[in-house]
């Protein structure tokens, strides 16, 4: 049973056992809970060869009570960031080796990136989340964010990134070593254009030329890199497939919970395109027992609710 290595900011699952992976949290502890439920169960079927990688933005929630939630913020939930990152921290003690988050610009914003605004304008929810959890709790939580990298390889052939990985020139060697500080004073719109770090978890979009080369530069033993999965921007009906590359996926934040998904690998398995990843198989609904609300698949764009 092969462990994952890390090289600096990217880690690498073997090519064996099962890979759970969600998306955007957001403080949204019972969707983490469902998450770490098909995670166990994922133990249970392989004899303890499975792996979670939870792909960024654990952190910072809606302030709004049940009666101001808006519609586009999907199903109403209460923000329970510091229960779910403290439920995180256990689970990583718990099951050393198994559990893994990659960062996001949400907790890059706790050591490092501009603050964000989205659902507190000032303080920020940045300073918000500080605040609640006092200077001690503080310190242990960049602890953790710093340690989180930044994107992942799985199995055969897979890329994992927060956002869409618009990756323009950096080589394997520049993303292993990038360094997460010093961009505190930026607006988003600078963040945008630092290679790596706003390449990374910024990014909606992507083209398949960019992709594709991305993917190519970040080969290891002779594995062809196929696709990569994502989220960060929300897609309204679960899951949105780009060319045969890109899968962006939503498990939870801005979304009705008929429509949360997240994805469980088979890391054995050589995905060559994101067609071969399919609803209910690969791709699976948070909440099984709404699922038969799902609509037919409607072309449709992602959400205007980004992060
Ligand atoms: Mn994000």
Redesign the pocket.
């Known amino acids: 049973m092969g462990g994952v290595e890390r090289y600096g900011k990217l880690i690498k699952f073997p090519p064996g056992g099962r890979l759970v992976i969600s998306t ?1 949290l957001h403080g949204n502890l019972p969707d983490f809970r469902r998450v770490v439920a098909a995670f166990r169960q994922a133990l249970e079927d392989t004899d303890g060869d499975a792996y979670l990688l939870l792909t ?2 654990l952190v910072h929630g809606p302030c709004y009570t049940r009666e101001q939630w808006p519609e586009h913020l999907g199903d109403f939930y209460v923000d329970q960031s510091v229960e779910l990152v403290d439920e995180f921290m256990g689970l990583q003690r718990d099951l050393p080796g198994r559990v893994f988050a990659l960062i ?3 907790e890059h914003s706790h050591i490092g990136g501009p603050h964000t605004r989205k659902f507190h304008k000032s303080p920020s929810e940045t300073e918000f989340l500080e605040a609640a959890l006092g200077p001690k709790k503080t310190a242990r939580y960049k602890e953790l964010f710093r340690s989180l990298p930044i994107g992942a390889l799985a199995g055969r052939g897979v890329v994992v990134t ?2 869409a990985p618009r990756v323009l020139d950096a080589s394997f060697a520049e993303i292993c070593s990038v360094e997460y500080g010093g961009h505190e004073g930026k607006s988003i719109r600078d963040m945008i254009a630092v290679p790596i770090l706003g390449e990374m ?1 910024w990014c909606r979009a992507a083209g398949p030329l960019v992709v594709r080369r991305l993917l190519e530069r970040l080969e290891r033993d002779g594995q062809r890199n196929w696709i990569v999965v994502f ?2 921007d929300p897609v309204r009906k679960g899951y949105l497939r780009e060319g045969d590359e890109q899968l962006c996926f939503s498990t939870s934040f801005g979304l009705k919970n008929e429509k949360k998904v997240y994805l469980d690998l088979d890391l054995s398995r050589e995905y060559r395109s994101v067609r071969q990843l399919r609803f209910g198989v690969d791709i699976l609904p948070l909440y099984p027992q709404l699922a038969h609300k799902r609509r037919r698949y409607r072309p449709s764009s992602a959400s205007s609710t980004t ?1």
């Open positions: 955007d960024g933005d996001g610009n949400h927060h956002g978890f989220g960060h992060d």
